[in-house]
């Protein structure tokens, strides 16, 4: 016994040392030869990348979490790495919600990509931080008349293009054909048939539209930006300050609130995005508000809803209202400040705009990805797809929405106070607080208008 | 008298890498937290500076952070209560049966193989408001009259946590007591049935006795953990709805990751420290007095 | 005669009572193995059905071939095991060395200790993901596993100086006087003497970095270095959510931690009880 515990004990330190040796994988990145960095900053200068050969290893971090998306980015990868052989790309993946969590505090400790996708408004607070490296020349040379101005504006501060715009995609508001026909229900244009639509469709088993304010999730901001915007106003006043206090905003408040007591599974509050979605696949929810992705997510749930489903442009509030624009995410790539292989990044980034695997990668989310760059929606190649084809209607209803939005608070051009806007939860808190709370509207939309004011004003 | 003799360098060996472990990892982060809980540190920007106090004055005059307390109060209680009522009982009912001990005692530390991420998963798909099977099951067995909404429904959200967590540590609690059940000699309580004793006396005066002071620990150890607790509340609610389940430490981490004002969660976790080592002061001071009194 | 019934009807209610806390406590296990052998449209369309109508392993089969998880389970059992075996060999040291060398500073010492262990992880959070990116151990294990030690080590020593104080001194006397110097005598003498409490607290150490989730969310970035508690939430988190994956997933990190758990129960029972009873 006592031979058999030293014995195990001597074995333990060996093993100490050895894993101390196996274990200590630092990023490589870090310990490349610095004589390389001087190499890599020539071909820079020469602007040709076929006279010098790329050579580094750069980290791309996204949020195409699963299936098809993240094959193709990983396939255009490896060809960049094939072609390249010097070069290196490694690949995470993260879900929107964490990568938040990621970026933040890996900007405090200094561990951040070289390029990552990112959600608009996180852009700004990017740009804010000083995170962010322009694109100038990667958007001239992918074609800068191709990208629509306001797409591009969205991370473009003092002619700096800090990034490069992927896809687009834009809410809609979507619902159950069958449900709809059976009760002789029309398709509502304003919110107050669309409240008597999904009262009338609530049942035991169904719900009319369930109302997502779970934190750390910018559901109910959405929800509420869907009513202020389609009344032409706006989350934000013009001097960037919060405005959850004006008429428009407390009526959208209230909206929401009833639908939420009338309408809505009340575990809703906690709702995050995924969770508002999977109630729609799972057939329990009559309408919903959500991009084009609901048709990938339909096909991959629960393909039999798949002919039963369409979309419609989010309800106003008088029918004779003009359109505002409601919501358009254009979704970016960026540039981290820190990369040490800007030129590998820039080239890579180009690379996957080549048409073929830019329009591969847009059908790998049929619907849910719309080019944001000219010349791809009416290729032959892109209008092969049968989901596309099946789904024309639907991809012209938020294709118009696409052109008419803006995210969530950028309706005054991008800024921190936009992005802040979104993030944070104050708003989704704000709607926990009256629906399960019961904090008056206006107390709790004061609260959380000065709650954002404060942290608007930490950002100076 | 050997051991007065040798006390030179070599004894430091033993103690020398576990003091320079915690020191290394624990000193420097604690200070840092100090440090920041004094200035205005922001996440993401890279300028700030010293203000003083002036983060505490915000913390102790937010209403937010005294439900955040209360909460956090009323999480350890509740959870410990329970975990302890649900673990003793088991234990005794364990040590009590004969037949199909082995089985019940592998069933019954199940949970405790359940990493928090998973315990969050299941459960919150079991008790899901729209397909959950418990609310569904009650629902159609006409027990309830709509699907009760476990994690919304203000009168239930925070007890279903806490159910989830005596779930979860009752197994500790009910192991630990049960090995101490073994230790004591049979024969005490044959001395004592032979007296006369009824079997509550014998519980009173025997049982309660020896298990004092494992249980005593445990509820040192666990009050540590289940209040420190950040997992299970951030993947169920992360503190929702309507801040009903926040806790100080969910409090905290929305300090600094949701509005990122890192000196101020820094403060929070501060005050957090210093709550906890008035509390297990308190109850070290009784162990001992209890340790005193069985010498 | 009245006694035998009254014995019968207790351990009868006794089992009534187990029987109750083991459907509770096996429910979600038995939820999570019935659920990942569901096809993913029943899943969907009826995800309040208790029992599976179709049979398929397809979902395991993706988790383990596509999503890589065998990788992160792996990760999870080194990172758990490292930790386990440098935390007790530190601790058994420092134990011991509280316990024999220092009667007086001993107290001061496992107190400051027992302090530490206090120490809100939330509160570590930050300070630990800078000093890792000082260090560069940011996005490695072995960054993770140091991190870890820092709530593992005081935790070991506390509950394992109750150990030591158990063995009698005047064991090691007598060894003493043959000639074993204080290393030989900790190893040969004193360790055999405490190995379950060893064995019991070196569990304690691996089922809380096995369950860990904060650091490990926080510290690690690649997919490839995640432990499972990091992995599983990125499945919950993805942009479509698949039931099926995540049933399968759990189960695949539950079950192997059920059946060692059965396999090492006796010894856990060991635990706390025999360190501080005696």
New interface residues.
Partial sequence: MKKFLSSVLIVVMMGITLMGCSLNEEPETQSQDSSENTETAQTENTGSEEIQELEGEITFWHSFTQGQRLDVIQKAADEFMQQNPKVNIIIETYSWGDFYTKWTTGLASGNIPDISTALPGHVVEMIDAEALMPLNDVVDAIGRNKFAEATLGEGTLDGNNYSVPLYSHAQVMWYRKDLLDEAGIEVPTTWDEFYEAAVKLTTDDVYGISVPTGSGDLMGTRFLNFYVRSGGGSLLTEDLKANLTSDLAIDGIKYWAKLYNETSPKDSVNYKVLDQANLFYQGKMAFDFNSGFHVGGIANNSPDLLDDISCAPIPKINANDPEYGIETSNIPIVLWKNTEYPEIAKAFIEYIYNEDIYIEFLESVPVGMLPAIAGIKDSEKYMENETIQQFADEVDVISEAVGKGTAIGFEHGPSVEAGLLASQSIIENMFQSILVGGVDVETAAQKAEDELNESFEMMQ | M??KK??NL??????L???L??GM??I???F??IY?SLTSK?????SYSFIGFKNYIYVLQDSAFYVALLNSIKWTVLSLTGQIL?GF??AL??H?????KGI????????????????A???K??L??????VP??LFDLGLTTERL?F????NLVFMTLVFINV?FGA?MIM??????L??IPKDQYEAAKIDGAKRWQSFVHITLP??K??VG??VVLRT?WVF?N??IIY?L????????TTT??IY???M???????GR??AV??L??LF??VV?GVYFTVIRKWEKEES | MEKNKKTILGNFMCHIYLIFLTIIAGFPLVWIILSSVKETGELTSNPTSFWPKSFTLSNYIHVLNDLGFARNISNSILIALATTVIAITISAMAAYGIVRFFPKFGNLMSKALIMTYMFPPILLAIPYSLVMAKAGLVNTRLGLIIVYLSFSVPYAVWILVGFFKTVPIGIEEAARVDGANKFEVFIRIVLPLVAPGIVATAIYTFINVWNEFLYALILINSTDKMTVAVALKSLEGAEILVWGDMMAASALVVIPSVIFFSIIQKRIAGGLAEGSVK
């Fill in positions: 050997f051991v040798e006390r070599t004894r430091w060996i033993f103690v890498p576990a003091l472990v915690v990892l624990l420097y982060p604690v840092s937290s920041y922001h996440l993401i920007k890279q649900i009982s088991a009912a364990l009590r049966v004969v037949k199909f019940y005692r592998t069933l019954l530390i199940i949970p405790w193989a359940f990493p928090s991420i998973v315990i998963l299941s459960w798909w079991i899901n408001g729209v397909y959950g099977y569904n099951l909404q994690f919304s429904d203000a779930w197994p192991v630990n007591i049960l090995s101490a073994q230790t020896h298990i002071i494992v620990l445990l540590i420190n950040f997992d993947l609610t992360g503190g929702g709805p309507a801040n009903l100080l430490p905290a981490y929305n600094g990751w949701g509005t990122k004002f890192l969660s820094s976790t501060i957090l420290l906890l080592l297990t």
